[in-house]
């Protein structure tokens, strides 16, 4: 299994379809990676643990620090975040350019791991994970929706809602069609399914990369600046769908900086410099030019 990043010489070679290399073919997706070869033989299924508590995501102490040139120099993107989402909350992270949003939701995926604190997700300590165990756990159990789409031209709309079940092996082989035909009808695109991501909308490109993101059935989605690339009539509609989507029991987490888009969310979280900024501190800054 090869996966080569556009405008880019190197190559992420897999000999043999695993599961930790799965995960990090999803994550190398999102980064840009077009798909050479896929061999979806594999009926392995990964069945991901659930929590029973109400709170699925909880964050206590997170501190990110990117070193600096020297010794004793770096930058710290968040500092002291004490978090908790419930399970079907819609929550909305803004705040200015440079504030640790992105940061943040890398550490909701799991992409990315604090310098000191505790991050757990549904029952997992992913601090505590190892990198093969994060790999697994962030395949079956984080669906993400990018700003522009990240869509696999030379796959058909299905396919592209099939690729993370290939890659975990969420479901039987049997299965991946129609569960991803499912999905596309359930977000209005079906009749798109075997058409290429090129003769869609920005909307219905926007939706299948919604239904691919809910493929594995994740316990969070994570949206970062999902109506960046849309028009104010495609956006409303997807922020509707995601709203409705958090009142089916599905968590979401999404970073925006579109004061139009706080509106839909249960519950906004504004950081600044790092830190948590209580509701009564916030100012118009804060999201006048996140």
Known sequence: MKF???????????????IEAGEVAVAAIGAGYSAL????????????????????????????????????RGFMALAGIQLTVQRGEFVAVVGQSGSGKS????????IDRPSSGE????????????ERA??????????????????LPTLTVAENVMLPMDFAHRWPLRERRPRALELLDRLG????????????SGGQ??????????????????????????????AHSLLELLGNLAGDAQTVVMVTHEQAAMRYAGRVVTL??????DADDVDADDVAHA
């Not at 940061?103 to 799991?110: E, H, V």
């Not at 994060?134 to 079956?140: D, E, F, I, N, V």
Request: proline content about 7%.
């Open 37 to 72: 070869r896929i061999d979806s033989s594999q009926e392995n299924v990964v069945t991901p643990l659930k929590n029973t508590h109400s709170s699925v995501i909880e964050l206590r102490g997170i501190e990110k620090i990117y070193p600096g040139p020297g010794p004793d």
């Open 272 to 277: 600044r410099d790092g830190r948590v900024v």
């Open 205 to 234: 490109q926007q939706r299948v990369a919604v239904a691919r993101a809910l493929a594995n059935e994740p316990t969070i989605l994570l949206a970062d600046e999902p109506t960046g690339n849309l028009d104010s009539r495609t």
């Open 103 to 110: 940061t943040l939701l890398n550490l909701l995926a799991g």
């Open 119 to 130: 991050i757990t997700v549904d029952g997992h300590s992913l601090h505590a994970l190892s």
């Open 4 to 18: 080569v990043p556009s405008g880019h010489p190197a190559i992420l070679d897999f000999a043999e379809p695993s």
């Open 134 to 151: 994060l790999s697994a756990w962030r395949g079956r159990s984080v669906g993400i929706v990018f700003q522009f789409f990240q869509l």
């Open 189 to 200: 695109i079906v009749d798109q399914a075997d058409k290429l991501p090129s003769s869609l």
